[in-house]
């Protein structure tokens, strides 16, 4: 692992790849805001104060506001998976719309109270639903890339997924329909080294998933996870491509999660604290903030009032949804089947 003060040894790295000061102080807002919704949703979960289970993106936020940001907002479609957190709010999703389905609220976007939490969806945003089976998002992605071909559309598809998921049918049938028609489509893979409890090295017999690309012909990078210029660059490169035309990449970022795997895991029985320390000391934020020090662009009153901005959002957002109204015994069937009209 490279010392977490290797950031600042390119001077303004973020105006190299496009990125002004202003979309680089947005992005770290965007960590801070997922990592105090994220800590806070772990508390309320602890306390009883919502059901189900919470699925943490502490660690993986600058492999998914890096990769979101690079993507044209309104136009693009996005296919998240469960620990997409980042991804969603990047993309324009509120706090409150992110809290709500923990409530089962009928203003859930993503399913009117009857979706599971981190199942993003919001069609005003072009967020797409997921189905709870691991990967299906990505042969999803891979039609909606291949309609905006057909159509003539300058749309790119969004998908990403744990590494784990690169083991199912599903990521090697979209890679390779994806190839073979040079469709639009971003595959970010976040390899944070576990499915749920399975290290890397019981999941494939190779270092890196992005070596798999060759056999599908597109291009396979590997990527820094914890740094979100860096993964910004190398995907606002893969979006371009594809919007030109030159068909998919596939973009592996190195990260880690560092919490268990979800609020009813238990992590300290397969891998040690040791480990966890070491990732922690690379934490994307720490990054993301060492590097804005050094242009002169962040200090520790900003910090203190972003902290208290955050934390301030997320708890008017709890306090919206825990009054917010259920669904209705009457709307059940909504949307399962069609309005007859009359």
């Given at each position: 692992?490279?010392?977490?003060?290797?950031?600042?040894?390119?001077?303004?790295?973020?105006?190299?790849?496009?990125?002004?000061?202003?979309?680089?102080?947005?992005?770290?807002?965007?960590?801070?805001?997922?990592?105090?919704?994220?800590?806070?949703?772990?508390?309320?979960h602890r306390a009883g104060q919502i059901s189900?289970l919470h699925m943490s993106a502490m660690g993986?936020?600058?492999?998914?506001?890096?990769?979101?940001?690079?993507?044209?907002?309104?136009?693009?479609?996005?296919?998240?998976?469960?620990?997409?957190?980042?991804?969603?709010?990047?993309?324009?999703?509120?706090?409150?719309?992110?809290?709500?389905?923990?409530?089962?609220?009928?203003?859930?976007?993503?399913?009117?109270?009857?979706?599971?939490?981190?199942?993003?969806?919001?069609?005003?945003?072009?967020?797409?639903?997921?189905?709870?089976?691991?990967?299906?998002?990505?042969?999803?992605?891979?039609?909606?890339?291949?309609?905006?071909?057909?159509?003539?559309?300058?749309?790119?598809?969004?998908?990403?997924?744990?590494?784990?998921?690169?083991?199912?049918?599903?990521?090697?049938?979209?890679?390779?329909?994806?190839?073979?028609?040079?469709?639009?489509?971003?595959?970010?893979?976040?390899?944070?080294?576990?499915?749920?409890?399975?290290?890397?090295?019981?999941?494939?017999?190779?270092?890196?998933?992005?070596?798999?690309?060759?056999?599908?012909?597109?291009?396979?990078?590997?990527?820094?996870?914890?740094?979100?210029?860096?993964?910004?660059?190398?995907?606002?490169?893969?979006?371009?491509?594809?919007?030109?035309?030159?068909?998919?990449?596939?973009?592996?970022?190195?990260?880690?999660?560092?919490?268990?795997?979800?609020?009813?895991?238990?992590?300290?029985?397969?891998?040690?604290?040791?480990?966890?320390?070491?990732?922690?000391?690379?934490?994307?934020?720490?990054?993301?903030?060492?590097?804005?020090?050094?242009?002169?662009?962040?200090?520790?009153?900003?910090?203190?009032?972003?902290?208290?901005?955050?934390?301030?959002?997320?708890?008017?957002?709890?306090?919206?949804?825990?009054?917010?109204?259920?669904?209705?015994?009457?709307?059940?069937?909504?949307?399962?089947?069609?309005?007859?009209?009359?």
């Amino acid at each position: 692992m490279s010392d977490v003060m290797s950031t600042t040894t390119a001077q303004a790295r973020h105006r190299e790849v496009g990125l002004s000061d202003n979309d680089v102080l947005e992005m770290y807002r965007l960590m801070r805001l997922c990592r105090t919704f994220d800590e806070h949703m772990w508390h309320l979960h602890r306390a009883g104060q919502i059901s189900g289970l919470h699925m943490s993106a502490m660690g993986h936020e600058a492999a998914q506001v890096g990769s979101a940001y690079a993507f044209k907002r309104g136009t693009d479609y996005f296919n998240p998976y469960y620990r997409g957190l980042a991804t969603a709010l990047t993309v324009g999703t509120s706090v409150r719309e992110l809290m709500l389905p923990y409530y089962g609220r009928a203003e859930d976007p993503s399913g009117g109270g009857r979706q599971i939490m981190g199942h993003y969806g919001n069609r005003r945003l072009n967020i797409v639903a997921q189905s709870s089976s691991v990967a299906t998002q990505i042969p999803h992605a891979v039609g909606i890339a291949f309609a905006a071909k057909y159509r003539g559309d300058r749309v790119v598809s969004h998908v990403s997924f744990g590494e784990g998921a690169a083991s199912k049918g599903d990521f090697h049938e979209g890679l390779n329909f994806a190839g073979i028609h040079k469709l639009p489509v971003v595959f970010i893979c976040e390899n944070n080294h576990y499915a749920i409890s399975v290290p890397l090295s019981l999941q494939m017999p190779i270092e890196n998933v992005a070596d798999r690309a060759a056999c599908y012909g597109m291009p396979g990078i590997v990527v820094d996870g914890q740094d979100v210029i860096e993964v910004y660059r190398v995907t606002k490169e893969a979006v371009d491509r594809a919007r030109r035309g030159e068909g998919p990449t596939l973009i592996e970022c190195k990260t880690y999660r560092l919490v268990p795997h979800s609020t009813s895991d238990d992590d300290r029985f397969y891998r040690s604290r040791e480990e966890v320390a070491a990732w922690r000391a690379r934490d994307p934020l720490l990054i993301a903030r060492t590097y804005l020090e050094s242009q002169g662009l962040w200090d520790e009153g900003r910090e203190a009032a972003l902290g208290e901005a955050c934390l301030r959002e997320v708890q008017e957002a709890q306090a919206y949804c825990e009054q917010a109204a259920d669904p209705r015994p009457e709307d059940v069937l909504r949307p399962i089947y069609a309005d007859r009209g009359g």
